[in-house]
Structures are given as structure tokens and as C-alpha cells.
């Protein structure tokens, strides 16, 4: 089965939108059902305009919509090498293509089209993300997007997708919200959660520091940072940690000294830094600047995490404020599975450096994607969705993947990572050290954990 | 008094050291100039790249010595450029045109530098903790606090003082002074008022330079940076009074201690520098020491 | 009937009205056409609604408010949560929105009726900071934090969904009922005080005007403008973002205002038009360095075309006048417009 450009559906009117025409065009087509297309009746029906399907012309076109402006332009221009590498590959072979397995796709474009792309700055703003993707859906005809350095841009776009019709597969998000209580049906991720970087630290903290430390933590205070400090409190006070206090932090605070202050005036021997970005760069910069590094509490070193890592965190910071540093990350370019060394090789190739770990979500979830296009045989949304739910693969990073069902929460091995000092690294890319490679089965969770609903097949 | 509070004051005081440092060139040039510069925070921000650049080139000392005079030569281009075409505009003019400025500074190194955060060590002879305990007999057991943040509160007070002390004890100071009070009158009696404007605005620029040398190794350095500081400085300004060098001190000592003191209790410091905004210009509508008819 | 108070009515009210909803209305045909697309539109003309708004307080009362997404935002997030937690029907909502931005409009202008300048811009400013802080914080288990406010139904009129045409025609119903109460307002006796409050405020306190009453209502009815915007916004999305309350959100309608030419009506919204065109089409030709050329643009029309593309137009028009020899006389209509 493949798309049908002659699809009676397809002329479409400028000017008129999508939805007034689904609605005209089941009245015109109950009318018409007595002509010619009487025979193909029963095959359309089943498969109605969803979205952008049906697909026109000899290309199907993909979105990306990665930050271009504000903090996590860097992390956004990454994505975007990655996308542009995935286009390559899916047109021409190459990369993942050659390791990913059970894999349908060809190197020649999807269902025998080309693929093509538009990109989009989503300014790391849930609103003008949203914007920027209803011009790729409403004018550029996106059959799928993806992208993104924030969890708010995530589920916001995430929201969107589902009332279009789209699929929209996340880039760098890390709330538990998104595949939790904001899990949509059109939305896929393949990073990790908050959740996972805890039930992945607590064991490691504790075996590396012991089990009877007393935790202040810093959080920046939005959904995401909540969220992130709920799960580690949660996995570290398993261990037998004491949380002493948590102090919200507002979001782009530029400087921490009152909240250092007031870790400084407690008994804590722990600093837990829940923030992101630029935010954590500032908070560790100066936790480090206030000792916090060489200082003794109750007669013990004090120690510093970070519990969620990025490349360019770790580049912002310094090789001397990160240096031993733990945290967790998804994935890193120095992991020697074959799917990965692939994705290394060809994106060094190409751009000169290694890529990071937003680079190699990306670059997998658009493969995924197209993947799951083929073994559908359509790029009719729902059919898309069902192939890509629970299913399993391999060649894509470090052991097997999926998208769970119940959330679309992809289930991958993850990484925790130290900082590496100035001695140890070897070249600027060389930041973070590999302590662990958490196997999927023990960050896996059950599926209600969190409430949420992922909505219908069909948009309403 | 405990060791807990002692520390909460002295945060108080490098947190609004900081803010000082960046009101203190915005009020210089609202008051003199009557312009609502919204470029500040980028001269700002340049001062805290050029500092990174040269200080990872040839060392702070020299960008001590380079970075505030190449901010001053800056301000001066820009006031001459830009800036002078604007005194008899509308505020919403001036505020577009340098917020447009602002843009262009922000955005052209984040082209050149990525935007991603460049990493701004402390000079050696300025990194490190000082052990307050050993000079303070009245603090009991282990009280450390950064060297950095001491010296920038060193730095604050001595930029302030000599800043009042220009403005106060020269003449180039009672001619701006005068100018800030009526313009007219000076050009009447043939002062070359033009001129000195311009090298106020190349004074406000090059006290910004000083913010961004000394405090980037504090807020580190990132094109956003510019932006973040900009509306709190406003803040400083306004509730000191328009104008108003002692002002903007006081200001800014009271939103540092108010952010310090407030540290742990998330939803007042949340909106607490807002909070007192509002209370303070309510109350007192020219701010703490502002003077009648100063850009109403 | 060519009664000459008609003629100028006809000048004044009705056929810039006309114009402007023959534009409006056909944007769905013209629109693709300059690489636009259907959703741009709509947000176009919420945001044309917004600048009005804040026009007829910086343009006539001469009062600079750096926190008009105060109302914008306040409203978005009252009508989110009525059709959240009320009722999916779009009218409740609105008119809760518009209820609840009159008595922040009221509450904020009481406390500045006695404010004026820069002193003016900082408080409302710190009065919005403070609602978007709140947002994120205080608030977050109702406002659902950065995440905004999520999982809204879709907004129905009378039963009927409202997307993407219906949508469209909602909005532009407000925008080209908004322009003509803009101008009404304008015209009015109402309208000539809020000028005179902003060319001399103190000689008309001498006059015995009530000026902080006038003020007062000037600065509502520009709220209201922003808060009806912000319910529209929400319809036509079904999110709210609490950038919506941000800073930058109050420093763009200044943009919209300044760029198209203050105290015009027209130039905002001709301002609004470009401003979204320009970061949602025009960014995606030029790629990463967008802003940056908006920027440097912003700096070039303040350099040398203080009035904005109003006074753009108007140098533009004069130079093919002085090309075609015509040394023709201001219109009156200009002299009342532009004024």
C-alpha cells in the first residue's frame, strides 16, 4: 500500500482550510459516491485526510523546528546538523541506515519519495514554537516535525500535534511531564526523563559517596526543574539521603550567592543542582567559586551533582568546574556500539566534530520515524503511530529500543557520566566520562507511574 | 550576631555591588542626557566579552586597563552615531532605536561567538575563598566566603566614589551637573554642552565596561547576559530617582539585601525587586532620592 | 445627501474602516501568495487588535505602558481557564476575560493616574513582571507554570468548533469592529481630551478638566483592547504561554506601535502586520541571523524615518506629487490622522 497523489481529496483550494474541507469533503464525497470512486469508496474511507496526509508530489517534507535564537541556540544549530544528516542518509544511505535493524528503510527516500525539509526557530518559547510549526504544517505541509531544547516548547508543540493531526517527534526535553501527564498521542520521545536520571543516580551517588548524606538542593523553578528535583529526592533518599532543603531558584537568575548563602548556612554535605542550560552553568560556576568543592561538612568532602549533563553545559562551565562531576546524560559520541560509532563517523565526516546527544535524538527520531513509515506502508498518521508504538530495534545506540505504547516514552540504555578535569580530557569535545552505562531494564518504569492520557488515533 | 545573618548581609551587599556598577552608567546618562538607554545592558555584555578575550589573551591585569577605555571609545562612537540624533525624541524613539541597538550587539556575538557560555576564570591573585573567621574574631567556627565576590564589592565602592567625586568636585562635573538640571541655560551661556554630553555617554559606557570586566566572571559570559541585567538596572535606577548617583547606590543595596534576605521563601523572591518597585514609586513617585521634573 | 458632515464622516470613518476590512477579510487569498499561511493571519489580527489598543494610549494620551501584556496575558489565562473549567462555549469566557481585565486596568490605573513618564513605563512594567513572576510561580498549580496552560478543549461558538475559518472570521470581526471604535473614539470629545491631556496636560487641569478621570478610562479602554486580544489569542490557539505576561511580550507592541508610526491607528497595525510577518515568514529566509537583521533594521527606520512606515508612506507620496509637478495641499484627513 502506498499514498495515492491522485487521491480525489488532494485538490485542495488555497485559502480553504483543512478542516472546512473535511467537513465539505464528506458531504461532496457522499454525493460523488455514487460516481466513479463508488469502487475505491471503502479504501478511503478508512484512510480520510489526516493532517498532511495525503502526501502530494514525488517529496514528503519534514520540519524542524530547533531553536535559532536565545540560550540553547547552539543546542538548536546541533539538532539542526543532525536533521540535515538524517535527510542524507534517508535519501542516499549511509550513517544508522547501515546498523539499524529490523530496518525498512532503503536510502532512497521514504515510500519512494524524496525527502525534503523546512527548519523553524522555536526561540526556546512555547509560543513562538507553536507558531513556527503551524507554518510548517499549514504552508510548508509537514508530514512530521521535531526539534526542540526545551520541555514547555516539547509539550506545547506536543498539544499542537495532536489537534493537527501531525506527528511530532520531540528533540531534547527532559520533564517527566512529557511523556507523563502531558503524554500526547501524535507526540514521541526518544530522550530520557527526570525519572530515569534519578532511578539511575541514586544507586551511583550512594555507592560513590555513601548512604548517609544530606542533600540541599537547588532548583530552577519551573515544571521541568519540579519535576527533576521530585525524582532525585525521590531515588536518593531510597538510598537512606537526608534532603535538608530545596529552594526554587527563579528561571535565567545570573546570579545564585543568595541560595549558596544559604547552603553555606546549612549542615548540607550535598549540593544537587536541578537546572538547565545556562542556569546550570552560572549556579555551578559559582557553588565552585563559594568552595563548595573543597569544603568539609560533617566530616565529610562536600560534593556537587549535576543531575542532568549536555555537552555544551559541560563546554559553558569549564573543565575545572566539572571536573568529577556526576550526572546523567543519553547518550554520549564516545559509546563504541556499532549504531552509534556510525552516527559518530558521518557526522564528523561531514561537519568536523562530534556530535552531541540533542544531535543523535534527533538524527534517531527521524529515522525512526521514516522507519516506522515504511513497515506501515503509508504515511497515513494513526498507521504510523501503531508501527512505531512498541516497537522494538536495535543499531540505533547502545543496546535495544522502543516507544512504549502506554506513553511513547522510548526505553533506551542511558549513561552516567562524570565531569573530566582539565588532565584528564583529551581535546575540547572530550568533556564527560562515561561511569556507567545504566542497561534499559533498570530505568524502565511502570507505565502509570505517571497519570496521563495520550488521546485518540484520530484528532478530534 | 550569627554567622548565618553575617553572610546574608554581606551577600546583600555584593548583589547590589553588582547592580550598582551596572546603574551607575544608566543613571549618569538618563539624567544627563535624558536618554532611556536600552543598549546598556549590551555595553554591559561587550565589556564582559572583551574582558574574557583579552583577559584570556594576555591576562586580567592588562584587560583592566584596556577593557574600560575601549567601552569608553565605544559609548563615545555611539553616542556620536546614534545616540545625538535622539535627545529631542520621543522616549519610545529612544527606547526602540537602542533596544534595536541591543539587538544588533546581542545577536552579533552570538554570529561571532556561538551562544553557548564562554567560560570566564577568575584572575589567580583573585580566585579562592577568604577565610573570614580569621579576621572577623565576632564569627565562630569556619565562615569562607569567594575572594572575587569581596573585590567587586572593592571595586563598586571605588568606581562609585570616584564617579561622585567627578561630578562633585570638577568642573566638568558642575557643567553636567547644571546640564542635568537645564540644558538650555548652558548652551545660552555658550558652553559647548554637545561635547561634553558625549563624553558623558562614553563615561556611562566605560563604567559599564567595568560592570562586564569585573562581574563576568560572576554572571558569566553569554549573549543573553545583556538582557537579564537590563530590566533590573532600570529597576535600580527608577527607585533610587532618575538621576540620582547616591540614589542608585541606595537602590541598589536595598533590592541586593532584599534578594539576599529573601533567598529561601521562592515566591516573594520571585517578584520582591517588582514588589518594591511598586511600593517604593508609589509611595515616594520620584523614587528614593529623585529630584522634581527629571524625565516626567 | 452631500451634507459636508456626512462627506467627512464617509472620509473619516467609513472608508478607512471599509478599506482596512477589505484587506482583512481577503488575507486568506492574498496572504499565501507573499509565503503567509492560514493561522499567520489570524495572529496578525489579534495582534493588530493589541496595538490599537495600546495606540490610543501611547499615541493620544501620550503615556508609555511597558506592561501592556499584563492584559493581554490576564486575559489569556482567564479565558483558558473558564473554558478549562466552565465551558468549552467561547462567550462566557470572553466575557469573563474582558470583565477581569477591566478591574486590573481599573486597579493598576488607580494607583498611576498620578505617574507620568519614564515613571509611568517602569511601574506598569513592574506591575506586569510581577502578574508574569506570579504566573510562574505562585500560581503554576493553576496556570500550569513555564509549561503554560495545557489540554484546553477546543473553543465552540453556539455548539459550532472553532478553526481555522471560522476562526479567522471571529477575529477579523473584532479587529474591523476594534478600528472603528478606535477611530470613533478618536473623533470623539472623548478622544480630543485624551490629546489634549497628552499635548498639555497641566493647562487643561486648569480648565477645571477632571484629568486623571480622563486618564483613567483612557487607560481601560486601552487594557480592554490588549485583554480581548488575549482572549482571542487563546481561542484561536487553545494554549496559554506565560510568555504571554512577559516583558518582551510588552516591549513587541511597543515595537508594533513605534515602527508603524505612533498616534496613527493605521501605522500600528500596518506595524503588528510586518513585525509578525517578519518573524514568522521572513526569519525563515534569512535563517539564523534574523534578529539581527531586525534589529539593525529597527535602528535604520528610527535613524531615518522617525515617523515609521507611516512616515514613510507620507515621503513616499510626496516625492511622486513632486514628481508629477502636483504641489497639492494636505488632505484634512491627513491633518486629522496623522495628527
Not at chain 1, 219 to 229: C, E, R
Not at chain 1, 271 to 293: C, E, I, K, P, W
Not at chain 3, 147 to 162: D, H, S
Request: hydrophobic share 45%; charged share 15%.
Amino acid at each position: 500500500m502506498s499514498d495515492r497523489p491522485d487521491d480525489p481529496k488532494n485538490n485542495r483550494g488555497k485559502g480553504f482550510s483543512r478542516r472546512d474541507f473535511l467537513k465539505t469533503s464528506a458531504v461532496t464525497g457522499a454525493i460523488a459516491g455514487a460516481g466513479p470512486t463508488v469502487f475505491t469508496r471503502n479504501a478511503w474511507a478508512e484512510r480520510e485526510a489526516i493532517g498532511n496526509y495525503p502526501v502530494k508530489g514525488k517529496a514528503v517534507t519534514f520540519g524542524f523546528n530547533v531553536p535559532q535564537t536565545g540560550a540553547y541556540a547552539d543546542e538548536g544549530a546541533d539538532e539542526l546538523r543532525a536533521y540535515k544528516l538524517a535527510v542524507k542518509h534517508l535519501n542516499n544511505g549511509g550513517g544508522m541506515l547501515e546498523t539499524m535493524a529490523p530496518n525498512e528503510l532503503t536510502g532512497q527516500g521514504v515510500l519512494g519519495k524524496k525527502v525534503e525539509y523546512v527548519s523553524g526557530d522555536t526561540q526556546t518559547d512555547p509560543d513562538a514554537a507553536r507558531t513556527s510549526a503551524r507554518r510548517m504544517i499549514e504552508r510548508d505541509k509537514v508530514i512530521m516535525w521535531g526539534g526542540g531544547s526545551s520541555s514547555a516548547t516539547a509539550i506545547a508543540q506536543q498539544y499542537l500535534a495532536q489537534e493537527m493531526g501531525v506527528v511530532y517527534m520531540c528533540g531534547l526535553t527532559h520533564s517527566n511531564d512529557t511523556t507523563g501527564k502531558d503524554r500526547r498521542r501524535y507526540g514521541f520521545r526518544h530522550f530520557f526523563n527526570a525519572y530515569m536520571s534519578g532511578k539511575a543516580l541514586g544507586p551511583v551517588l550512594a555507592d560513590a559517596y555513601g548512604t548517609d548524606r544530606r542533600a540541599y538542593h537547588l532548583t530552577a523553578d519551573y515544571t521541568w526543574g519540579h519535576t527533576q528535583y521530585d525524582s532525585i529526592k525521590q531515588f536518593t533518599e531510597a538510598e537512606g539521603w537526608t534532603t535538608v532543603n530545596n529552594i526554587m531558584t527563579p528561571l535565567g537568575s545570573s546570579d545564585y550567592s543568595q541560595f549558596l548563602t544559604q547552603v553555606l548556612n546549612s549542615d548540607a554535605d550535598v549540593l544537587v543542582l536541578n537546572h538547565y542550560g545556562q542556569d546550570m552553568v552560572n549556579s555551578l560556576t559559582q557553588a565552585v567559586q563559594f568552595g563548595m568543592r573543597d569544603m568539609q561538612k560533617n566530616g565529610k568532602d562536600m560534593q556537587i551533582v549535576v543531575p542532568l549533563y549536555s555537552r555544551l553545559m559541560a563546554q559553558g562551565a569549564g573543565a575545572e568546574n566539572i571536573d568529577g562531576v556526576f550526572g546523567s546524560t543519553a547518550w554520549n559520541w564516545a559509546l563504541e556500539d556499532e549504531g552509534s560509532q556510525a552516527f559518530t563517523k558521518t557526522f564528523e565526516a561531514e561537519y568536523g566534530f562530534p556530535p552531541s546527544q540533542a544531535a543523535q535524538t534527533c538524527y534517531v527520531q527521524t529515522l525512526l520515524y521514516a522507519d516506522a513509515c515504511e513497515r506501515a506502508g503509508t504515511f497515513y498518521p494513526p498507521e504510523v503511530i501503531k508501527a512505531l508504538e512498541d516497537h522494538r530495534i536495535t543499531g540505533i545506540g547502545p543496546g535495544e529500543a522502543h516507544y512504549r505504547k502506554g506513553d511513547h516514552q522510548c526505553f533506551k540504555d542511558m549513561l552516567v557520566v562524570q565531569g573530566k578535569g582539565p588532565a584528564e580530557k583529551e581535546g575540547e569535545y572530550d568533556l564527560l566520562k562515561i561511569y556507567q552505562q545504566v542497561p534499559r531494564e533498570d530505568v524502565t518504569y511502570p507505565v502509570d507511574t505517571f497519570p496521563g492520557k495520550l488521546g485518540p488515533y484520530r484528532p478530534a | 550576631m550569627s554567622n548565618a545573618v553575617f553572610l546574608q548581609l554581606l551577600t546583600g551587599l555584593q548583589l547590589g555591588a553588582i547592580y550598582m556598577l551596572i546603574a551607575l552608567g544608566l543613571t549618569l546618562i538618563f539624567g544627563t542626557l535624558g536618554v532611556v538607554n536600552f543598549a546598556h545592558g549590551a555595553l554591559f555584555m561587550l565589556g564582559a566579552y572583551l574582558g574574557v578575550i583579552i583577559a584570556g589573551e594576555t591576562g586580567f591585569l592588562l584587560a583592566i586597563l584596556l577593557v574600560p577605555p575601549l567601552l569608553f571609545l565605544i559609548g563615545l562612537l555611539l553616542e556620536r552615531g546614534i545616540i545625538q540624533h535622539f535627545y529631542d525624541r520621543p522616549h519610545t524613539d529612544q527606547i526602540l532605536v537602542t533596544f534595536g541597538i541591543a539587538i544588533v550587539v546581542q545577536e552579533a556575538l552570538k554570529w561571532i561567538f556561538g551562544a553557548n557560555n564562554i567560560p570566564f576564570p577568575t584572575p589567580s591573585w583573585g580566585s579562592g575563598v577568604v577565610m573570614l573567621h580569621e579576621y572577623l574574631p565576632f564569627l565562630d567556627g569556619i565562615v569562607v566566603y569567594p575572594q572575587w565576590r569581596l573585590i567587586l564589592v572593592v571595586v563598586s565602592l571605588v568606581t562609585v566614589l570616584a564617579l561622585f567625586g567627578l561630578l562633585q568636585f570638577t568642573r566638568f562635573g558642575l557643567v553636567v551637573r547644571a546640564g542635568m538640571r537645564d540644558s538650555e541655560i548652558l548652551r545660552f551661556l555658550g558652553i559647548n554642552i554637545e561635547r561634553r554630553f558625549a563624553i558623558v555617554f562614553g563615561l556611562g559606557a566605560g563604567i559599564a565596561g567595568i560592570a562586564g570586566l569585573f562581574g563576568g566572571p560572576v554572571t558569566q559570559v553569554y549573549p543573553g547576559i545583556g538582557m537579564a541585567y537590563l530590566v533590573p538596572s532600570f529597576l535600580v535606577v527608577v527607585i533610587g530617582g532618575m538621576g540620582s548617583v547616591p540614589g542608585a547606590v541606595l537602590a541598589a543595596l536595598l533590592l541586593g539585601m532584599a534578594l539576599s534576605f529573601s533567598a529561601e521563601y521562592s515566591n516573594i523572591q520571585q517578584i520582591i525587586i517588582y514588589l518594591i518597585a511598586v511600593i517604593v514609586l508609589l509611595v515616594r513617585p520620584r523614587g528614593l532620592l529623585g529630584k522634581k521634573g527629571v524625565l516626567e | 445627501m452631500s451634507d459636508p458632515g456626512d462627506t467627512n464622516a464617509l472620509r473619516g470613518e467609513v472608508l478607512p474602516v471599509a478599506i482596512f476590512a477589505a484587506i482583512a477579510l481577503t488575507m486568506p487569498l492574498w496572504f499565501p501568495w507573499i509565503g503567509g499561511y492560514s493561522g499567520l493571519d489570524t495572529k496578525i489580527l489579534i495582534f493588530v487588535i493589541f496595538v490599537l489598543g495600546f495606540d490610543l494610549l501611547l499615541g493620544f494620551t501620550g503615556y508609555l505602558s511597558f506592561g501592556h501584556a499584563a492584559f493581554f496575558g490576564t486575559s489569556a489565562y482567564t479565558t483558558g481557564l473558564t473554558l478549562l473549567h466552565f465551558s468549552a462555549e467561547i462567550i462566557p469566557a470572553m466575557l469573563m476575560s474582558v470583565l477581569v481585565t477591566f478591574v486590573l486596568a481599573l486597579l493598576i490605573g488607580l494607583l498611576l493616574t498620578k505617574r507620568t513618564g519614564i515613571y509611568f513605563a517602569i511601574l506598569t512594567l513592574a506591575f506586569a513582571s510581577m502578574l508574569y513572576r506570579a504566573a510562574l510561580s505562585i500560581f503554576s498549580d493553576w496556570t500550569g507554570g513555564d509549561n503554560g496552560l495545557t489540554g484546553l478543549p477546543t473553543p465552540v461558538l453556539f455548539g459550532q468548533p472553532l478553526h481555522d475559518t471560522p476562526m479567522f472570521l471571529l477575529v477579523a470581526a473584532f479587529a474591523i469592529l476594534g478600528f472603528w471604535i478606535a477611530l470613533r473614539i478618536a473623533r470623539s470629545p472623548f478622544g480630543l481630551m485624551l490629546r489634549a491631556i497628552k499635548s498639555n496636560q497641566e493647562r487643561l487641569a486648569y480648565t477645571g478638566v477632571d484629568v486623571s478621570l480622563y486618564k483613567l478610562w483612557g487607560f481601560i479602554v486601552s487594557g480592554l483592547y490588549g485583554g480581548v486580544a488575549g482572549s482571542l489569542m487563546v481561542i484561536y490557539e487553545p494554549y496559554v504561554a506565560t510568555h504571554f505576561l512577559h516583558w518582551t511580550m510588552s516591549g513587541e507592541v511597543v515595537i508594533m506601535a513605534v515602527i508603524g508610526g505612533v498616534g496613527t491607528l493605521i501605522g500600528p497595525m500596518i506595524g503588528a502586520g510586518f513585525m509578525m510577518y517578519f518573524e514568522n515568514v521572513a526569519s525563515a529566509w534569512i535563517g539564523e541571523q534574523w534578529l539581527l537583521v531586525l534589529g539593525l533594521l529597527f535602528v535604520l527606520i528610527m535613524m531615518y524615518m522617525p515617523g515609521g512606515f507611516m512616515e514613510g508612506g507620507r515621503r513616499l507620496r510626496a516625492w511622486f506629487r513632486h514628481r508629477r509637478g502636483i504641489a497639492d495641499a494636505p488632505t484634512p484627513e491627513e491633518n486629522d490622522t496623522h495628527g
